[in-house]
């Protein structure tokens, strides 16, 4: 008896083999899976996953003793800066500036690249600020894996400054 005609019985069924293969391919997927690694975050590139802090977060953290401050910094317009900042924050001249983005370049290269960074500005609504996105890119460029926002939703006045938070006035130190 030649093979092509063996009974029906003794042949594969079709459906069962394309089940069997079906099955292996499924199950050979899940093994070739890339391995999940326990790590840090994911650095977020979309501006609306900026990691945000809210005012009462912020002023929290600078007045709790024992832990570790972050770097301020003020990347609006000098005369908002001068009228009233957050205490201890620099200057670092209005993100959408190529002279802003430089001056938050240098002002941080010599951090370790973990050290807690928040930016702010307060000219405007919190989204249509200008000068937030740039400076909060290239920290994160520039290697930075702790970099905040501080969300003002009207202005730094009415936000910050009418609310009691602490405020500092005049020059202070430039980023």
Not at 86 to 97: K, M, N, W
């Amino acid at each position: 008896m030649n093979p092509t005609s063996a009974p029906a019985r003794n042949r594969p069924v079709p459906r069962l083999r394309a089940a069997s293969l079906l099955l292996v391919a499924l199950v050979g997927l899940g093994f070739a899976a890339p391995a999940r690694t326990e790590g840090p975050a994911p650095t977020p590139t979309a501006w609306q996953d900026a990691k945000k802090l809210t005012l009462d977060e912020l002023a929290k953290t600078l007045r709790t003793t024992g832990v570790e401050k972050p770097a301020v910094f003020h990347v609006g317009f000098r005369v908002l800066f001068v009228q009233a900042h957050i205490p201890g924050s620099q200057y670092a001249g209005p993100g959408s500036s190529p002279a802003g983005l430089d001056a938050i370049r240098k002002a941080v290269a010599a951090f370790p690249k973990t050290k807690p960074i928040v930016l702010y500005c307060g000219c405007c609504p919190w989204e249509r600020c200008p000068n937030m996105e740039q400076p909060w890119r290239a920290l994160l460029s520039a290697g930075f894996t702790d970099v905040s926002v501080l969300v003002i939703p009207k202005n730094f006045g009415q936000d910050w400054v009418s609310k009691g938070y602490p405020t500092e006035s005049g020059e202070g130190p430039r980023g």
